[in-house]
């Protein structure tokens, strides 16, 4: 017969919650921690905030819709010779 959940101890709950959808897994971890469930309105407002996270950090090259070197472009062209080898 299986013991009473009172009686389980953590490494006997460990292996089992290991089992368990992240999701399930957070919101077990919430329940034993005691903390507030998420709403639906806290996880839109924290995913809205990561969208400008990296506003300003990346750049693209002036020449970058520039047309390949002839040299290049053959091989999008399927005009290279078999022995050409970049």
Same mark, same amino acid.
């Given at each position: 017969?299986a013991?009473?959940?009172?009686k389980l101890?953590?490494? =006997?709950?460990? /292996?089992?919650a %290991? %089992?368990? /959808?992240? @999701?399930?897994?957070? *919101?077990l971890? &919430?329940?034993?921690?005691e903390?507030?469930?998420?709403? @639906?309105? $806290?996880?839109?407002? *924290?995913? &809205?905030? @990561?969208?400008? *996270?990296?506003?300003? &950090?990346?750049?693209?090259?002036? =020449?970058f $819709?520039?047309?390949?070197?002839?040299?290049?472009? %053959?091989y999008?062209?399927?005009s290279?010779?078999? @022995? $050409?080898?970049?």
């Open positions: 017969m013991e009473p959940a009172e101890s953590a490494d =006997d709950l460990l /292996p089992l %290991k %089992k368990l /959808p992240r @999701g399930e897994q957070l *919101r971890a &919430r329940t034993l921690l903390l507030e469930p998420e709403t @639906g309105d $806290d996880l839109l407002a *924290r995913r &809205r905030a @990561g969208i400008g *996270r990296y506003a300003g &950090r990346g750049w693209i090259s002036e =020449d $819709d520039a047309p390949l070197p002839p040299e290049i472009q %053959k999008f062209e399927g290279a010779d078999e @022995g $050409d080898a970049l």
